[in-house]
């Protein structure tokens, strides 16, 4: 299907019947009383696009409101990677773009994506990131991960990675691994084709920093990714984010 048009989100294929040219994929895992808002947020923003709802095994029933919201509800084995390979395996769209439920997406989304892939030679992307606070800390997470995207070709989940869905095959998908499973797709797609970080930004919840202390976590993320960089393994890459990243709590109980 040809992406020549970026306002032809809905196209037809060879039997006639409307297909779209977007898939979001959204993993989520006990999100509570904020993923119906955001699925309507989302619903609003990129109304034109197959939205599938990947929930993990063992967590917590999916309401009937929250089903109608979207094209198709799957349940998957716990963790991101199979979450979001199950949901790219079943998803129609040409593109598919990977959205945590945490989040507020740029307006025209989709025309963004899809103006973004009219170079062949790009295979996939990313938005910016920014977070709805103005501390100190958080405006300097902000430009640090943006700046080591647009250098270093880098990408995490949260930034909304999008990709054709022929490349994410080609790729092999998401790596099944505990940590780190976006930034390892996103360089196989890195080493694909270029990527391309958008200028448009996706406002992510700070909920997780307020949670275990901004300074503390914003240190830890770096940390983590500066060992990633290095090749540390990610056995010990999860022992590390374990101690610094999680809360006590969390810590008891099996993590996702």
Known sequence: MSLSSANAHWQ????????????IIVPVFNEGPQLEPFLKHL??????????????????????SISK????VLTSRRG?????NLGAAVAN????????????????????????????QVVGGCFRIRFPRREL?????????????????????DRGIFCRHKDFFAVGGYPDVPLFEDAEFYGRLHQRGR??????????????HEKIGPYRLTAAYWLLSLLYVLRVPISLLVRIYNRLCLSGDERTGPSH
């Open 137 to 157: 800390i958080y405006r300097a997470s902000n430009a640090v991960g943006n700046l080591v995207v647009e250098l270093f070709g880098g990408g995490y989940g």
């Open 93 to 120: 769209g040409d593109v598919l773009w990977f959205v945590h439920a945490d989040c507020e997406v740029p307006r025209e989304s989709l025309e963004k994506i899809t103006n973004a892939l009219q170079d062949r």
């Open 12 to 23: 037809s294929d060879t039997a006639g019947q409307v297909k779209p040219n977007v898939s």
């Open 43 to 64: 619903r609003e923003r990129a109304a034109l696009a197959e939205l599938i709802l990947v929930n993990a095994e063992g967590a917590q029933c999916l309401s009937e």
């Open 80 to 84: 991101r990677a199979a979450q979001m």
């Open 69 to 72: 919201l979207c094209d198709r």
């Open 195 to 208: 990527t391309r970080q958008l200028s448009s930004y996706v406002i992510t919840s700070a909920r997780r």
